[in-house]
């Protein structure tokens, strides 16, 4: 059984003005989430600045997520690290925290050989008992999952059962797919390739493009399910040109900006991410009025 099918969100991390976490308005935007339709609720990804939370806030910020979904929808925490051990230490908070899921990002920076990914990800799950969905997103840890290391993974491990792909190469996730799409669901990474990875036998996206438009993107995902292709693929190609804009600079920066104009109150993005520039500003609102959010 999947963790979630359909359009998870990979949940911003609010701020205060000075920097810390805005546990407010989080329980704000996951109530926002929910009432719109949001299949799964992804907490300390990419999109909430994890690589700059300390690892007590990392896991205060999963445990606060879980108590404020109150399971109306699964939790799948990221607790990915370059390093073995830490991941493997925020990966039994978050199980002790009560997540449902565990997301677990490739090593970044030191990187890992394929047999020391295949180390790695059995380790931390051996030690859990949660489902894990590994990331793979080459361009921002310099590291890629092979089809076939991902296929031995989810052969021999019993509760790695799924992968987010962020690669951008339909053809490795086609090989994917044929290696161990009975035994590997697959997410798409990247909110432009949703009905394409669907098409292949995936099952939902963890989605930037949610924190925005919920009930679109769910409603891009369930129309593929529910067999109409043509709407799916439609909502799909109507939301390119501000999936773009989201993208244009370093996620998260666009995206907590367009929460930012939508009045979302999202705050201040921590350094080394900084504020958008004031074109890339005025191309997002332009997007974000054509899609009607503005």
Avoid: W
Avoid at 236 to 250: K, R, T
Wanted: charged share 20%.
């Amino acid at each position: 059984m999947s963790v979630f099918k359909g359009a998870g969100v990979a949940i911003v991390t609010p701020f205060h003005k000075d920097g810390s976490v805005n546990y407010e308005k989080l329980n704000e935007l996951i109530d926002f989430q929910i009432k719109n339709g949001t299949d799964a609720v992804i907490i300390c990804g990419t999109t909430g600045e994890s690589a700059t939370l300390t690892e007590e806030e990392h896991s205060r910020v999963i445990e606060f997520t879980v108590k404020a979904v109150n399971k109306r929808v699964p939790v799948i925490a990221g607790t990915g690290s370059n390093c073995t051990a830490t991941a493997l230490k925020l990966s039994k908070e978050a199980e002790e925290a009560g997540a449902d899921a565990l997301l677990l990002v490739t090593p970044y920076y030191n990187k890992a050989t394929q047999k020391g990914l295949i180390r790695h990800y059995t380790t931390i799950a051996n030690a859990v008992s949660l489902p894990i969905i590994v990331y793979n997103v080459p361009s921002r840890t310099g590291c890629n999952v092979l089809p076939e290391t991902m296929a031995k993974l989810c052969r021999d491990v019993e509760n790695i059962v799924a992968i987010k792909e962020a690669s951008g190469n339909i053809s490795q996730i086609a090989k994917l797919a044929h290696l161990a799409g009975d035994i590997c669901d697959i997410y798409s990474g990247n909110d432009d390739q949703i009905v394409p990875i669907l098409s292949l036998g995936g099952v939902g996206v963890i989605s930037v493009l949610s924190n925005i438009a919920p009930g679109q993107t769910h409603d891009m995902c369930q129309k593929f399910f529910d067999g109409d292709v043509a709407g799916s693929l439609a909502m799909q190609l109507e939301a390119l040109p501000l999936i773009d804009s989201l993208f244009c600079e370093v996620n998260p920066i666009p995206v907590k900006t367009a929460l930012n104009l939508m009045g979302m109150e999202a705050g201040p993005l921590r350094a080394p991410m900084c504020e958008m520039e004031p074109a890339h500003v005025e191309r997002l609102t332009n997007d974000m009025k054509a899609y009607g959010l503005l």
